[in-house]
């Protein structure tokens, strides 16, 4: 079966400070790869998709950007964090007719 | 411009007391309407799919039916366990695989 991870669980950053959220996936290649913010109240907006290794597609302008710098591997960073970047961010891969989450990264930026 | 809406935002039932959480879309080329349950602070976890206008779905006290329109999630005799968000989201052919969500809604069911 396939499984998502998501690393950190939670972080806390000052805003300006750089960030780094990894998601591994396990049980399946080539997947297709997705980050999603979802805000407090609202539905889940897609920042990023990929279907291949070095492959992104950015889905919204904004101050992140993300990188796969392995199959199954998907990164999201920025280098100067702003307090609007707070979120839950949540990594997804879809497979069979089916979208996949991980359990998420909380993010406050302060 | 597509949209996904969901309604009611959020919704109090008492346990036992039926009802249905809507999501109304507004895309062309549908290609797939899903449901979702999300718990507070974990990732969704995929409830349906639904492909065609009169497609249902069941899974214990829940079912998904679908209009050309609208897809509507009946909760039958709903216990507290069944308290989360619903999460709605659709797949439409113009954008491949990716989907498109509603901002849910937040039931809570009271013993």
């Known amino acids: 079966s396939q499984t998502i991870h998501q690393w950190p669980a939670t972080l806390v950053q000052p805003v300006g400070s750089p960030l780094s959220l990894e998601c591994t996936v396990e049980?399946?290649?080539?997947?297709?790869l997705y980050w999603y913010r979802q805000a407090a109240g609202r539905g889940l907006q897609l920042l990023f998709y990929?279907?291949?290794?070095?492959?992104i597609s950015s889905e919204v302008p904004q101050n992140l950007s993300a990188s796969r710098p392995q199959d199954r591997q998907f990164i999201l960073s920025s280098k100067k964090l702003l307090l609007s970047d707070s979120g839950f961010y949540l990594c997804?891969?879809?497979?069979?007719?089916?979208?996949?989450f991980g359990e998420g990264s909380r993010l406050t930026v302060l | 411009e597509d949209q996904v809406t969901q309604s009611p935002e959020a919704l109090r039932l008492q346990e036992g007391e039926s009802s249905s959480l809507n999501c109304s879309y507004t895309v062309s080329g549908l290609r797939g309407l899903f449901w979702y349950r999300q718990d507070p602070g974990k990732g969704p976890e995929f409830l349906f799919t639904l492909y065609s206008a009169g497609e249902e779905k069941e899974k214990e006290r829940l079912k998904a039916t679908l209009t050309k329109k609208e897809s509507f999630l009946h909760i039958t005799a709903p216990k507290p366990e069944d308290s989360a968000t619903y999460l709605c989201?659709?797949?439409?052919?113009?954008?491949?695989?990716?989907?498109?969500f509603g901002a849910g809604t937040i039931l809570r069911v009271k013993s």
């Open positions: 049980g399946t290649s080539n997947p297709n």
């Open positions: 997804a891969h879809y497979h069979t007719g089916e979208l996949f």
């Open positions: 990929s279907v291949g290794i070095g492959q």
């Open positions: 989201a659709v797949q439409a052919r113009k954008y491949g695989n990716k989907l498109v």
